[in-house]
């Protein structure tokens, strides 16, 4: 209860104020800050009428707004609020009006927020809202795309389900492809960037300025974005694009052979480019000067993982998320050209971090049985407690990484004197588009023979006594857990599922339907598919799964419906299996509330010693 955490950092154009989430009891809220000179004010707390965890944050571009995105009762439809950045006015404002879907925050376009709202049918809506009288333009709409930047009339759209994801931009009734076709590549992040004019007239005191100067994007059929994209490589690169009358091109800006580009900001005037590149799992910061692209040498993170960029308009500061294994997530600002770092908030978190916690993992690498390498991480406990225990904890996704970042769940398993092991299986982001394809439909059973393969390494180097292995996971990893479980039942002393799916047939029929729609390519359709499906399914095998199984669901989760729960707690029950169920009433998908967090490890941790201490 006692670990503090601060992320989502978003700066304020001129560098002189920022807002951030802060996570120290309760739901996440947002605060807002106030630089002078080196120094920061005390956090005022941004004051919402909804009760639920604030996930997002940003500045408006001319400085005047701040736009939230919260879900009410930690459920996993969201909403998005404005209030204004004068610390004197506490007046709040609800900018979307999607009263029976999910509003999704993306940033600002000038003075509008840029947002995705998505009803009951299932199909987004890419939406500019005034945030003073909520009048809304729906720039686009169709079921699968996602908006990502837009700006002056011009706007980039992802489209495309899982793993096969590519961008356009549109504007007016036009709409371009911005690279070539390549199936399964990604096209996951993008900025506009100008149409011979800077971003920076978006920062006028009123719209009507911006309008006055900006003809927008496109009027002479020229126009530039950044994006992010591992269309036609392995690993995912900068890429600039260019549009004119006379057709699309791009050239490379930055790329790495062996790792991917994890996320970019450019400033609004276009001098600079802060770059977060993903090397196996560790974060590292460049700056790229884009007038004339060249790279700066890495700036040292204070941290392992870092996340979240926002930069000043003017490429002065850059504010980002950093975080490691010993090290909970931060707010941290770094002058790009001194690399110099000042640490938002110094206040110590309390926790159980210290005893029986290791501060550095080994980066392992697991070869599966079919030669495949499986970067993992391992924390070894140095506590003597219940036996030479290990828990195998599968990341969810599957397109999530197992990284060494913080989690409040692996201090108190290891204090208990339980080591963890947190594998990237294949499916894995961040590795390359072979390795997150590698998954796909029926090549998952591969993913869960890795499982066993990772119990084997534990056995082999005398991590764990082979009697004393457990397996966890959350979401995907969730269902995976299960799916280990019920394959390879001899090696689980126990496992923990965490909103996890317990069959993928039924998964399909009650999750949200742009949720389904997107899952097809990784998963299998669910009437094309259905006999793959059924088989991977671990509810269909559940004579199976014969190891104590504790199972955790937040009541309020639409993307795998608590009904994937409650069927597989009903089954294992109707069996006779060794089952606890323990559900949050206010809580959805990512169980954000502090007091759950620590129950849920609590929980964890109580329930690995139970079946650790049994006779073999």
Not at 14 to 39: C, N, S
Not at 121 to 134: E, Y
Not at 231 to 236: D, I, K, L, S, T
């Amino acid at each position: 209860m006692g670990v503090r955490a601060l992320y989502g950092a978003s700066l304020s154009p001129d560098a002189t104020a920022f807002a951030h989430l802060v996570d120290d009891g309760g739901y996440p809220h947002a605060v807002q800050r106030f630089l002078r000179g080196r120094q920061f004010s005390s956090a005022r707390n941004v004051e919402l009428p909804v009760r639920g965890p604030v996930s997002r944050v940003i500045h408006s571009a001319d400085g005047h707004w701040l736009a939230c995105e919260v879900a009410p009762e930690g459920g996993t439809r969201r909403q998005i609020w404005v209030v204004t950045t004068d610390p004197e006015d506490r007046m709040a404002w609800r900018a979307d009006r999607e009263e029976d879907g999910t509003a999704e925050l993306i940033g600002w376009d000038g003075t509008r927020i840029a947002a995705i709202l998505t009803g009951e049918d299932g199909v987004g809506r890419s939406c500019l809202i005034d945030p003073a009288d909520g009048a809304c333009t729906v720039l686009d709409r169709r079921s699968g795309a996602r908006l990502v930047d837009a700006w002056a009339g011009a706007s980039l759209i992802r489209v495309g389900p899982r793993g096969y994801r590519e961008m356009v931009m549109l504007h007016g009734d036009t709409e371009i492809a911005l690279l070539p076709s390549d199936p399964g590549s990604v096209t996951a992040y993008g900025a506009i960037l100008d149409d011979h004019h800077p971003r920076r007239l978006r920062y006028g005191p009123t719209g009507e300025l911006t309008r006055l100067y900006n003809p927008g994007v496109g009027a002479d059929g020229y126009f530039r974005a950044l994006l992010i994209s591992d269309n036609g490589c392995e690993h995912a690169r900068l890429l600039e694009v260019i549009a004119t009358l006379d057709g699309v091109s791009y050239f490379v800006v930055a790329e790495r052979p062996d790792c991917d580009l994890d996320e970019f900001a450019v400033s609004a005037d276009m001098s600079t480019v802060a770059l977060l590149w993903n090397l196996q799992g560790r974060s590292e910061l460049q700056i790229l000067d884009h007038t004339d692209y060249t790279l700066a040498e890495p700036i040292a993170l204070p941290g392992d993982v870092a996340g979240e960029l926002s930069l000043s308009a003017g490429g002065s500061m850059v504010a980002m998320t950093v975080q490691g294994p010993a090290m909970p997530r931060t707010v941290e600002l770094v002058d790009p050209r001194t690399g110099e770092w000042q640490l938002v908030d110094r206040e110590p978190s309390r926790g159980p971090l210290a005893r029986g916690f290791s501060a550095r993992p080994t980066r392992e690498t697991i070869t599966a049985r079919d030669g495949l390498n499986l970067p993992s991480w391992l924390y070894r406990s140095s506590v003597n407690g219940c036996g030479a225990g290990a828990l195998v904890y599968l990341h969810g996704g599957p397109e999530g990484q197992a990284r060494p970042d913080y989690s409040e769940i692996f201090p108190e398993v290891l204090n208990a004197g339980i080591s963890v092991l947190t594998p990237n299986v294949r499916g894995s982001g961040g590795l390359g588009r072979s390795f997150v394809h590698a998954d796909n439909k029926e090549k998952r059973f591969a993913a869960i023979d890795d499982v066993a393969d990772c119990v084997r390494f534990l056995v082999d180097n005398e991590v764990a006594d082979p009697s004393r292995i457990a397996c966890a996971g959350w979401s995907y990893g969730g269902y995976l857990t299960m799916a280990a479980m019920t394959f390879y039942p001899e090696l689980f002393a126990a496992g923990v599922t965490i909103c996890g799916m317990s069959d993928l047939t039924t998964f399909y029929r009650n999750t949200e339907p742009w949720i389904a729609d997107a899952a097809y390519p990784e998963y299998g359709h669910p009437v094309y598919d259905r006999e793959l499906l059924e088989r991977l399914s671990p509810l269909r095998r559940v004579d199976g799964l014969t190891a104590p199984l504790l199972v955790v669901h937040g009541a309020r989760d639409t993307n795998v419906p608590v009904s994937e729960s409650e069927q597989i707690v009903a089954a294992l029950r109707h069996a006779g299996r060794d089952v606890r169920y323990l559900l949050f009433a206010d809580d959805g998908h990512e169980i954000v509330k502090r007091e759950n967090h620590a129950a849920l490890a609590a929980a964890m941790t109580e329930w690995l010693t139970e079946a650790f201490a049994r006779p073999a």
